[in-house]
């Protein structure tokens, strides 16, 4: 490994980020094979997703950096480049990606064009004042347009024909050509070497046998090796035992100088002494003003835990806090609910990071979980004047001591097919959503925005959008304020119990009906048991609708002698695992099913 | 006699009917182009690649239907078992009441077969013919008038209850016509829907109205009462005999004791081993003859599988399951291995704990067996 030092001047440090699948992590393949970061035989594709989950899915969840080294015209350059996420649940990893960094290149899909994660993803590049390279993508494809889509990149995000590189990152067509524009059109680092130590902490994970690993990036003076440190934020002082990078497996150096980026190793035992956007500085001569940091990820939907199967409350905690352990991004603070009984409520950055963080949940940690339906957070005004913030319906207080009710609106933008324009307006008003403008991309793409409530997009309603549009319409949200509106609670009772988990908050203008369909819904989900089931929906405290669930159907007149027992056996394991996701309330099972489905907002 | 605990069950299936059935899923095959010899002649030699060193208590010849076969072979097998084995108590055949020939039912009962067991399913003809039947309600009767002259003096007839458009009215018929025939045993059970068979598709395309549950629930119930006035005990979730005349081999599946089973399909728990042969007639006899084994599938189930499967099955039985037997046959304490499931069941009504050491559903419980049972998977 070439450990010469390189000057800063020949240093390049870029993110690249795009809408979600438009080829990040190929082009970061491509870019390691040209520089020679990995052989061929080392090579598989999409690399950096490293995670199970990435693999498996096929997207990427974290952010992940690798430092190369390519020699342009005889000299040598350090290049390091950060992958981020494109999922809109991650918006945060690019940010902080990008405040590591001195330049981008905005990845386009050639067959796609311009989507709304690639505007989003556009003014945080534009925002952290990162210079902005365009890589039009995937031109080996058929339906190719690159043309097309150069005009609308110029159009909406304003860089220009110029600045555009038409690559594939499949075929490596266009790389060297794009290497070369790094290295000329993205700017080095300042150089503030004789300064004291300030280095960002800008990423961190926990490693079983290392323990905390923090990822910086320096940007004034120098980290080495035994340095002792100290971070600004929270005061706490450590030495340095190993540095190094990404190249992009961990390799240790001696330091690292500024404009660098690589990580840092020091004894830290847990991933909360680590703040994400915190500076590094030296203990003995530190620096006197800290580096900008991060706002935290907003965490945009909570759900309740509990333990479910054979899995206690003490095993389940003990999933969450080794979960905690890698992942900061969601909370989880205990929780008693009357009907379900001591849980956890988890605060989630969106529905994939709550469906990554409840899988990784069983799959590594081999708990049963049952989830109730997901939530946005409410603010709420008391009549004797006070605000207060609460994650689940259930909190609500009595609707007489309450004088208003807020709700999460986000700023919505959707870009969509003119053709489509129709269905997505029906849509959005069905949502509550407030059409601020409409902006034509090009003769056959739109983009619009809207002020939508966060609750009625943050579901099903990506979902829908896809549906209108045939799959063409993406979408980007990002949060405005809590604002209130006439709201009010839902409330199940299950053979006379009232259920504080399957509550939820509405629009009162749809309270009635939404309530009604709900409890066919919920009449569906709950199996049958061995008694009648009663079931109410109540708004306000009043009944309004009461379905009834049948008592069971015979289940053991079949006969059963020799060859049917091994099959008989199996039958009855299968129906016992489906029992694992259900919680008894009372005398009555209640399936997961029947806890997310009053999240359906369909007409049947 | 030996007790059933040191002996074992000997199973034979006759793959082979004249016609299926709709409804079916069991294995067998229309006769018309089979060589049965052939087969018979497989199935002596799978017996043979047994080495049994228990005696054999029961036998029971099932399938398909086993009185399709021509009365010569029939005959003669029942021969070779019985010198082959010395201490059989109970040696069933089952058969259509189409197939009751006196002379073949003779001869069976002289050569040893001392039970019979009827398919008669119901004593509605509008009824049989939905479910593809081959023979009429008179043709019942007649076979019981036969196999009673020819010396049968434990008759079991097969009755089956929700099959479409049958009522409470025919099942009361159905169940009344049994009682009158003066057998000694009734096997009672719904007709279930079983998956990849023409009933199925005909229920799923809309095509077959399966019975109304209430209506099936009042059934369960009617044959229960009805039976019991007519000197029928329940001693299974679906069987009913007069006291004495329980069948042996089945009550041996119950207390999941040994069986040997030979032909096509047949399933064997034999050695602490689980195996079913291949359910193809052709395989079978192709298999037997290079001298190979004719299983497709075994497994070895662990001392928790088989203490689990005991209890299942055990909770079948209406006198339940004797708990220090239960110690002795398992190694595990019933109580001590699924004592949440006891408690919670009892709880509810439904298991209850005898003064007799036994575990047993109660009458309520009885309905909703598989509820219960599944709480003893572990
Ligand atoms: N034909 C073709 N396919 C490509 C090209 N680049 C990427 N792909 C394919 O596009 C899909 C998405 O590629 P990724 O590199 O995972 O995309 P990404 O932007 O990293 O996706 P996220 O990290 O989930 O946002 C994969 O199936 C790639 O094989 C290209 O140049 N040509
Ligand atoms: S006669 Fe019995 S085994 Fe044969 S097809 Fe009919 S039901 Fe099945
Ligand atoms: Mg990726």
């Given amino acids: ?604 | 006699m030996k007790s059933a605990h040191s002996t074992v069950g000997l199973y034979i299936h006759i793959p082979y009917c004249r016609k299926k059935c709709p409804y079916c899923a069991f294995y067998s095959v229309p006769i018309d182009t089979a060589d049965p010899n052939r087969l018979i002649d497989a199935i002596f030699a799978e017996l043979d690649s047994y080495d049994i060193t228990e005696p054999v208590g029961t036998i029971y010849i099932g399938g398909g239907s086993p009185s399709c076969l021509p009365g010569d072979p029939l005959i003669e097998m029942a021969d070779s078992l019985m010198s082959r084995y010395r201490n059989v108590s109970e040696f069933t055949m089952e058969c259509n009441p189409a197939q009751a020939d006196e002379a073949t039912l003779r001869q069976l009962r002289a050569f040893g077969v001392n039970r019979l067991s009827i398919g008669a399913q119901s004593f509605n003809a509008r009824e049989l013919k939905t479910l593809g039947r081959i023979h009429s309600p008179r043709q019942i009767v007649e076979a019981v008038r036969i196999a009673k002259k020819g010396g049968f003096e434990n008759i079991g007839l097969d009755l089956m209850f929700g099959i479409p458009g049958s009522s409470a009215k025919t099942w009361r018929h159905s169940l009344k016509s049994a009682a009158a025939l003066k057998v000694q045993h009734l096997s009672v059970y719904s007709l279930t829907i079983e998956k990849l068979t023409p009933f199925a598709r005909a229920v799923r395309e809309g095509k077959l109205a399966v019975v109304d549950e209430a209506v099936e629930r009042g059934m369960c119930k009617a044959a229960r009462s009805l039976l019991r006035n007519a000197g029928f005990a329940q001693y299974e979730i679906s069987n009913f005999a007069v006291p004495g005349f329980e069948c042996q081999h089945n009550i041996r599946y119950w207390k999941n004791l040994p069986v040997v089973g030979i032909g096509p399909a047949a399933a064997s728990w034999y050695q602490g081993k689980r195996t079913t042969n291949v359910a193809d007639v052709a395989k079978y006899i192709k298999r037997i003859e290079a001298g190979r084994s004719a299983q497709s599938e075994a497994y070895i189930p662990s001392p928790e599988q088989i203490a689990s499967e005991s209890a299942v099955l055990g909770l079948r039985m209406t006198q339940g399951i004797d708990m220090p037997e239960y110690q002795k046959q398992t190694g595990f304490n019933l109580v001590r291995l699924f004592g949440d499931a006891i408690k919670k069941h009892s709880f509810h009504g439904l298991l209850e704990c005898t003064v007799d050491d036994h575990c047993r559903l109660t009458e309520k419980g009885l309905s909703y067996a598989d509820t219960v049972a599944q709480d003893f998977i572990l």
């Fill in chain 1, 1 to 604: 490994m070439k450990t010469d030092p390189v000057p800063i001047k020949n240093i390049r440090n870029f993110s690249i980020v795009a809408h979600i699948d438009h080829g990040k992590s190929t082009l970061a393949d491509r870019l390691m094979e040209r520089t020679g970061a990995i052989t061929e035989r080392q090579m598989k594709e999409q690399l950096l997703d490293d995670m199970d989950l990435e693999r498996e899915r096929g997207i990427t969840i974290k952010a992940s950096s690798v430092t190369m080294y390519y020699t342009h015209q005889g000299t040598q350059y350090m290049l390091n480049l950060i992958d981020t996420p494109g999922h809109v649940d991650f918006h945060y990893e690019v940010s902080r990606s990008l405040a590591a960094c001195e330049g981008a290149l905005l990845v386009v899909d050639a067959s796609q064009g311009v989507e709304a994660q690639t505007v989003a993803n556009t003014y945080l590049a534009v925002e952290s004042g990162c210079e902005i390279l365009g890589v039009i993508n995937k031109i080996d494809l058929p339906a190719a347009q690159p043309d097309r889509v150069i005009e609308e990149t110029e159009h909406i995000i304003g860089i220009t024909a110029e600045e555009c590189f038409p690559i594939s990152a499949k075929t490596g067509q266009g790389v060297n050509e794009l290497l070369e524009a790094i290295i000329t059109k993205l700017p080095a680092p300042e150089d503030k070497s004789d300064k004291p130590t300030a280095a960002l902490i800008y990423d961190s994970h926990a490693d079983e046998y290392r323990g905390v690993i923090v990822y910086v990036r320096v940007f004034e003076g120098k980290l080495t090796k035994r340095q002792k440190i100290s971070f600004m934020s929270s005061g706490k002082t450590y030495l340095i035992t190993e540095l190094g990078k990404f190249t992009p497996y961990a390799t240790p150096v001696e330091e690292i100088g500024t404009g660098e980026v690589g990580y840092v190793i020091a004894n830290i035992k847990k991933l909360a002494d680590v703040t994400i956007g915190d500076t590094i500085t030296d203990f003995t001569d530190p620096t006197d003003k800290p580096l900008p940091g991060y706002q935290p990820p907003m965490q945009m939907v909570f759900s309740d835990f509990y333990p479910g199967g054979t899995t206690d409350y003490p095993k389940l905690r003990a999933a969450f806090e080794k979960l905690a352990l890698n992942d900061s991004s969601f909370s989880f603070t205990p929780q008693n609910s009357p009907a379900l009984g001591f849980g956890f409520r988890c605060g989630f950055l969106g529905l994939l990071h709550m469906e990554i963080v409840q899988e990784r949940l069983e799959r590594e940690n081999d708990v049963d979980v049952l989830q109730t339906a997901p939530t946005v957070s409410y603010e709420i005004v008391t009549t004797d004047g006070k605000a207060k913030r609460i994650d689940s319906p259930s909190e609500l207080p009595d609707m007489q001591k309450i004088d208003e009710i807020r709700e999460p609106i986000v700023k919505l933008e959707i870009i969509t097919t003119a053709e489509s324009i129709g269905g997505v307006m029906k849509l959005a008003d069905d949502r509550r959503c407030k059409l601020i403008k409409t902006e034509y991309l090009s003769p056959t793409r739109v983009m619009m925005e809207y002020k939508a409530p966060l609750a009625e997009i943050v579901y099903d309603f990506y979902d829908q959008l896809k549906g209108i549009s045939h799959g063409y319409a993406t979408m980007d949200y990002e949060f405005l304020s809590f604002e209130k509106d006439k709201l009010v609670k839902i409330d199940f009772l299950v053979n006379g119990t009232p259920v504080d988990a399957l509550s939820l908050i509405v629009h009162r203008s749809k309270a009635e009906q939404r309530g009604r369909r709900l409890l066919i819904k919920l009449r569906r989900a709950i199996p049958r048991h061995q008694f009648e089931i009663p079931l109410q929906v109540c708004i306000g405290g009043k009944i309004i609708a009461r379905e009834t669930i049948k008592s069971y159907r015979k289940d053991v007149t079949a006969k059963l002698y020799g060859g049917d027992v091994t099959r008989k056996m199996k039958l009855l394991k299968k129906q016992k695992e489906g029992k694992k996701r259900m919680k008894s309330i009372g005398m009555v099972n209640i399936p997961q099913e029947a806890f997310m489905s009053i999240l359906d907002t369909s007409e049947d």
